[in-house]
């Protein structure tokens, strides 16, 4: 069973908007850090943002004022609101789930995301 699917990725043009989302199963959802990392070609994978139970949020320098992590709890699902997009975001974007019972970390498939004019 799948347990993390992400949605949203694609191209854009540079100052473009994207929305990412990741579906997790609940009980994941309601026990977990949710985040968004990204790895570009060639490089290591590197946190974006996380948002914790009670939605307190992490930010990465690179994107804060333009990228803003949210979760909705009606629907398990995290959301990554992506602004004024630049070449350098292009990336695979993955929604990771970080467990805090078990400390487990979960991943989802990945979802492209290239920035190009």
């Known amino acids: 069973q799948v347990r993390l699917v992400e949605s949203g990725g694609g191209v854009v043009q540079p100052g473009g908007s994207l929305r990412l989302s990741c579906a997790a199963l609940?009980?994941?959802?309601?026990?977990?850090?949710m985040g968004w990392f990204r790895q570009a070609p060639g490089k290591q994978r590197e946190l974006v943002a996380t948002i914790n139970l009670i939605d307190e949020t992490n930010v990465a320098y690179s994107v804060k004022e333009r990228f803003i992590i949210s979760r909705d709890n009606a629907k398990s699902t995290v959301n990554l609101q992506m602004n004024s997009l630049k070449p350098e975001d292009t990336a695979v974007y993955y929604c990771n789930a970080h467990n805090l019972v078990t400390t487990n970390d979960e991943w989802g498939q990945g979802t492209q995301v290239t920035v190009s004019s």
């Open positions: 609940r009980y994941i959802f309601s026990t977990s850090i």
